[in-house]
């Protein structure tokens, strides 16, 4: 099966959205434990390409179709003297992860942001997600602190790592 990696379209915001609730169900790699509404997806999402943030989709090409498999996106900071700050978001279904899609759909996006003249982009990581700590590092990303107890699900605490890059 073919991977491309490609800019969104408010036409792969519905499939963006179910690879983002596949995501969500897991309950361990995101804030959210389900996909918000599919109206509050295409506002947000779509919000994001008009204003032209960077936002690519990994899309598995098959025979008949294709589907959404990965998304990242980097919104700016709304503040003024933050302007140059962007905040990074991203998954990948599990039936696509190891492959390297990750790191192609990553890298994607953080050539989008340069060409936007960004110069920092953040993100938090939760403890246990090991490997998406790799593919942060592998792409220049450094740990710059630890946001203790952020985050508390089913009673159980877990820190996070706030991580960025600088270009």
């Known amino acids: 099966m073919a991977i491309e990696i490609r800019p969104a379209r408010v036409a792969d915001i519905e ?78 279904h599990p039936d696509s992860r190891g492959r390297g899609i990750g790191k192609r759909l990553l890298s994607a996006t953080l050539d989008d942001a340069r060409r936007l003249g960004l110069e920092r982009i953040e993100l938090n990581v939760y403890q246990s997600n090991a490997h998406a700590r790799r593919l942060y590092e592998s792409l220049g990303f450094v740990s710059e602190g630890v946001r203790r107890r952020h985050r508390k699900l089913d009673g159980a605490y877990e820190d996070s790592i706030l991580m960025a890059l600088l270009f």
């Open 15 to 92: 499939g963006a959205r179910a690879c983002l609730d596949v995501v969500a169900r897991e309950r361990r790699y995101l804030a959210m434990l389900e996909a918000p509404p599919l109206a509050s997806s295409e506002a947000w999402w779509g919000n994001v390409i008009e204003q032209g943030w960077p936002f690519e989709i990994a899309v598995e090409v098959v025979t008949g179709g294709a589907r959404v498999v990965g998304w990242c996106d980097i919104t700016p900071e709304r503040h003024p003297v933050h302007s140059h700050v962007g905040l990074l978001a991203m998954g990948l």
